[in-house]
């Protein structure tokens, strides 16, 4: 036997190996990003398929809507340096201390969400809240309210955010495409705002008992110059939203402060979302240019916008369905409650409701099957209690 060989094979299969670990690292890794972006990856896909039947041209530029991109980049950039800072746990910590029963902490915690998707969109209130939602409830002895708890938390952040303009995405989006004023705006989410308040003060109060709570002591403390500074960043995003300031400002001013003051935050944006919405502006442009789909589209939402736009948000979720179907009808206000009222219902109805699942997930992986059926009950329970509402009221 030639040993001298040895060496040398040992180190060529080792090399082999390392590079197909490496392969299958690398795939791992594309898979776990696809599956973790899954709306983005089903909306990639379908772009790829309109752009074979209608070829790009000079009219793809016109499908792009930069304001609603601009503004949505700048609200995510500053609420992820405010994030960083901690602002957002401390504030909803100090809330939770002042309530001393498990069910004042739980309708704490469902109305901060509630509240925060109202200022820092539904996705990051979640990203933001879940987590405190858990640490309450785990430190106090109180994991039993967890599933309840957390589902409350995703219909409140769907549901909040559809009062202002920058509270949901397709709010942004359909309140700078069709230029609606900001009175009329908050005056059409007004009634599924209000009735979404009181079904989910309700159900607190029925399924969470006055169990005496407290939450462990826990120093934490800000840096005062620095969240004023990331608090009027905050300040000129909603004035850019409002339309007070020409939106390309914010697009200089907020990424240069960030890359002084915060640069991960920078690298912390869910730029997959923004993703999401240019490849949603090349399907939507492209299906109104196809007759066919133009005529359908068009017939189904003069029968009833409304619920077909609720009903189109389980099946492709509820930014698709907000930009799809503002290609076939001018008809704004039912368009913006039925994508809003539409969040609710399935997981996929809104991204919102994955990122809650998400999260359940990972802390109580056993109990996944109990929490899809529970979040199934009370979400299309809310779903059927607003459309029968707002079929009333509209």
Known sequence: MNHAHLPRHFGTHRHHFGSHRGGHSFMSEVLGFAKKNIVMVVAMVAAAITCVIIPPDAEYLGYFDLKTLTCLFCVLAVVCALKNIRFFYILARRIVELFKNARLAVLALVYITFIGSMLIANDMALLTFLPLGYLALDVTGKKKYMAFTFIMQNIAANLGGMLTPFGNPQNLY????????????????????????????????????????????????????????????????????????????????????????????????????????????????????????????????????????????????????????????????????????????????????????????KHEPAKVGSYILKFSLFNFGMLALLLGAMLLIM
């Open 174 to 361: 359909l309140y700078t495409k069709y230029n609606i004023p900001t009175g009329e705006f908050m005056a059409i989410m007004a009634p599924p705002f209000i009735i979404s308040i009181i079904i989910i003060t309700i159900c607190c109060i029925v399924f969470v008992k006055a169990e005496p709570l407290e939450l462990a002591e826990e120093r934490i403390s800000l840096v005062p110059w620095r969240t004023a500074v990331y608090l009027l960043l905050f300040a000129l995003s909603i004035a850019i939203v409002f339309r007070g300031i020409p939106y390309w400002i914010g697009l200089i001013v907020i990424p240069l402060a960030l890359l002084f003051l915060d640069r991960k935050a920078l690298g912390q944006v869910d730029y997959p979302l923004l993703l999401t919405f240019v490849f949603f502006f090349i399907f939507s442009g492209n299906m109104a240019r196809i007759d066919a789909v133009r005529d359908v589209f068009s017939w189904l939402l003069e029968q009833n916008t409304l619920v077909v736009s609720a009903l189109s948000c389980q099946l492709i979720s509820n930014v698709p369905s907000a930009i799809l179907l503002s290609q076939f009808t001018d008809n704004y206000a039912p368009l913006l409650v039925g994508v809003n009222i539409g969040g609710a219902g399935t997981l996929i109805a809104s991204l919102a409701s994955l990122i809650t699942f998400r999260e359940y997930a």
